[in-house]
Nanobody
Framework: QVQVVESGGGLVQPGGSLRLSCAAS????????VGWFRQAPGKEREGVAC????????YYSSSVKGRITISRDHAKNTVYLQINSLKPQDTGVYYC????????????????WGQGTQVTVSS
């Protein structure tokens, strides 16, 4: 069964950190560009980071650049999203998605999606 599963979300205080995981089964993530998206209540889903298939190039949205790092663990077939200095506006459901090509900001460009993991930043 082909699927991706996110984990690692939770409730964290402003200024804290989280590491989200995106684990794949049924296919190798190494052959896919993997993007992380988030969706805040009442807002559209937006891309926050992506790691490319080919050379591992990384891309970040301007809203999170400097606070987020995306990385791969080839052995675990997993992509991580490290988020530091969390702000209340980072609250939302975080999704990972995979596509057989270069990174894209467009939701519809991705073939495989996880169910999402909730991140809540609040004191």
């Amino acid at each position: 069964q082909v699927q991706v599963v996110e984990s690692g979300g939770g409730l964290v205080q402003p200024g804290g950190s989280l590491r989200l995981s995106c684990a794949a089964s049924g296919f190798g993530l190494d052959y896919y560009a993997v993007g992380w998206f988030r969706q805040a209540p009442g807002k559209e889903r937006e891309g926050v980071a992506c790691i490319s298939e080919r050379d591992g190039s990384t891309y970040y949205s301007s809203s999170v650049k400097g606070r987020i790092t995306i990385s791969r663990d080839h052995a675990k077939n997993t992509v991580y999203l490290q988020i530091n200095s969390l702000k209340p506006q980072d609250t939302g459901v975080y999704y990972c998605a995979a596509r057989r090509s270069y990174c894209s900001d467009y939701v519809l460009a991705y073939n495989y999606w996880g169910q999402g993991t909730q991140v809540t930043v609040s004191s």
